[in-house]
């Protein structure tokens, strides 16, 4: 389910309506209703933040237990990053001790102690230093101030496993005591796909060079092609290997059905949407999927 918000595109995956029908059919609809307001109100002092800065929102995605904003990153910068991402655990904090001080002026003092342990359980989440929660984050941006991309991503990496095995090691601890924390169990899988697609991703180094060869195919200077023949089984980063400095490039990828040609451009894509580890069996599959 797509739709846009103030330019912002809203994708609401599959598995976070089914989670929603779920919760309904459980009788959980209050905690459900408690859950998106506390959200909501998460992610909108992201986006406050972020448009205050300058930086569009290109989406938010929202997922079975929680949403991920993405931002323009030719506008973000390491402070901006900080900014925004702590803006969201800031907010949760603040409205969970706005209710605290004034919950004895409020009625039903139950849904407002679910509400303040709901926004206080965001708010801690999210300060973990694991991908992509906000206190990853701002883990990430300061890492890139003293390490080199890579190792920065390594180290984000190496965190985000280290968290999500002690969120996994904690729920089994709660199951061994009557307690069924399902949400310590599920998100650690989301957490290390996440990180590990951002760990495969291309260095800035790469897509710079991947912009810098796509503006000279589509200016005419490399006019001339080559073809070379490469197995299925090689990766995207051996492929932009055998690129020439001023020839067009074509791919002959030998699978055990025959080959398959990939041009250059295609390549050049694939390095920075599936990074150049990717293999080109793998990427000839996703491209094929995607036609």
Same mark, same amino acid.
Not at 27 to 53: C, D, K, M, P, W
Not at 118 to 139: C, E, K, M, Q, S
């Given at each position: 389910?797509?739709?846009?918000?103030?330019?912002?595109?809203?994708?609401?995956?599959?598995?976070?309506?089914?989670?929603?029908?779920?919760?309904?059919? @459980?009788?959980?609809?209050?905690?459900?209703?408690?859950?998106?307001?506390?959200?909501?109100?998460?992610?909108? @002092?992201?986006?406050?933040?972020?448009?205050?800065?300058?930086?569009? &929102?290109?989406?938010?995605?929202?997922?079975?237990?929680?949403?991920?904003?993405?931002?323009?990153?030719?506008?973000?910068?390491?402070?901006?990053?900080?900014? #925004?991402?702590?803006?969201?655990?800031?907010?949760?904090?603040?409205? %969970?001790?706005?209710?605290?001080?004034?919950?004895?002026?409020?009625?039903?003092?139950?849904?407002? +102690?679910?509400?303040?342990?709901?926004?206080?359980?965001?708010?801690?989440?999210?300060?973990?230093? %694991?991908?992509?929660?906000?206190? /990853?984050?701002?883990?990430?941006?300061?890492?890139?101030?003293?390490?080199?991309?890579?190792?920065?991503?390594?180290?984000?990496?190496?965190?985000? @496993?280290?968290?999500?095995? /002690?969120?996994?090691? @904690?729920?089994?601890?709660?199951?061994?005591?009557? &307690?069924?924390?399902?949400?310590?169990?599920?998100?650690?899988?989301?957490?290390?796909?996440?990180?590990?697609?951002?760990?495969?991703?291309?260095?800035?180094?790469?897509?710079?060079?991947?912009?810098?060869?796509?503006?000279?195919?589509?200016? /005419?200077?490399?006019?001339?092609?080559?073809?070379? #023949?490469?197995?299925?089984?090689?990766?995207?980063?051996?492929?932009?290997?055998?690129?020439?400095?001023?020839?067009?490039?074509?791919?002959?990828?030998?699978?055990?059905?025959?080959?398959?040609?990939?041009? +250059?451009?295609?390549?050049?894509?694939?390095?920075?949407?599936?990074?150049?580890?990717?293999?080109?069996?793998?990427?000839?599959?996703?491209?094929?999927?995607?036609?």
């Amino acid at each position: 389910m797509r739709f846009s918000l103030g330019g912002t595109e809203i994708k609401i995956t599959p598995g976070a309506v089914l989670f929603s029908a779920f919760c309904i059919a @459980a009788g959980e609809t209050e905690a459900l209703l408690l859950a998106a307001v506390s959200l909501a109100l998460h992610e909108a @002092a992201h986006a406050i933040a972020a448009r205050n800065l300058g930086i569009p &929102v290109a989406r938010l995605t929202v997922y079975p237990f929680g949403a991920v904003m993405r931002l323009d990153t030719l506008f973000l910068s390491g402070q901006g990053e900080r900014i #925004v991402s702590a803006a969201g655990p800031i907010a949760s904090l603040t409205f %969970a001790a706005l209710l605290m001080l004034s919950k004895t002026f409020l009625p039903d003092g139950v849904r407002i +102690e679910r509400l303040i342990g709901t926004n206080l359980v965001i708010a801690i989440l999210n300060l973990l230093p %694991a991908y992509p929660l906000d206190g /990853g984050r701002i883990f990430r941006s300061f890492l890139q101030r003293t390490a080199r991309e890579r190792t920065a991503r390594t180290l984000l990496l190496l965190f985000t @496993a280290l968290t999500a095995s /002690g969120m996994v090691g @904690a729920c089994i601890w709660l199951f061994m005591r009557g &307690v069924y924390a399902w949400t310590l169990f599920v998100i650690p899988p989301f957490l290390m796909a996440s990180a590990f697609t951002e760990w495969r991703m291309p260095d800035a180094g790469t897509v710079s060079r991947v912009m810098q060869r796509k503006a000279s195919i589509r200016g /005419g200077t490399a006019e001339k092609a080559q073809i070379v #023949v490469i197995s299925e089984d090689a990766s995207v980063k051996e492929a932009l290997a055998s690129f020439s400095g001023s020839k067009f490039t074509i791919l002959r990828v030998l699978r055990s059905s025959g080959f398959t040609e990939l041009t +250059e451009t295609e390549i050049l894509d694939a390095a920075a949407k599936f990074g150049a580890c990717a293999s080109l069996k793998s990427v000839i599959l996703r491209l094929t999927d995607g036609k």
